[in-house]
């Protein structure tokens, strides 16, 4: 059974950093590209970032470039996401995701397995 589980979120003031891990289970997670989507209630959910099976591949949406870093270890079977400088409109529900696609182009229905997520606030 695949399980993905999310930890680290949390209320943060503007500038601040938090750092995000999610634990895969029932798969082969070094086999799998791994991706962060976020979501704000009334609105889509937005891809953040990606990585690719082996961690030498990352990609990332404009608005988080040069302040997040997303990273694997594969012999913990560990996601993270590394947030540096937070904003106030980076405030939602971040979940992780797994996907046995590879491609130049991915979009959440590219991902088939996804945590519960995990709730960030930046707030003074």
């Known amino acids: 059974q695949v399980q993905l589980v999310e930890s680290g979120g949390g209320l943060v003031q503007p500038g601040g950093s938090l750092r995000l891990s999610c634990v895969a289970s029932?798969?082969?997670?070094?086999?799998?590209?791994m991706g962060w989507f976020r979501q704000v209630p009334g609105k889509e959910r937005e891809f953040v970032a990606r990585?690719?099976?082996?961690?030498?591949?990352?990609y990332y949406t404009d608005s988080v470039k040069g302040r997040f870093t997303i990273s694997r270890v594969s012999a913990k079977n560990t996601l993270y996401l590394q947030m540096n400088s937070l904003k106030v409109e980076d405030t939602a529900v971040y979940y992780c995701?797994?996907?046995?696609?590879?491609?130049?182009?991915?979009?959440?229905?590219?991902?088939?397995?996804w945590g519960q997520g995990t709730q960030v606030t930046v707030s003074s």
């Open positions: 990585i690719n099976w082996s961690g030498a591949n990352t």
């Open positions: 029932g798969f082969s997670f070094g086999s799998y590209t």
């Open positions: 995701a797994a996907s046995a696609l590879n491609r130049p182009t991915m979009t959440s229905a590219d991902f088939h397995s």
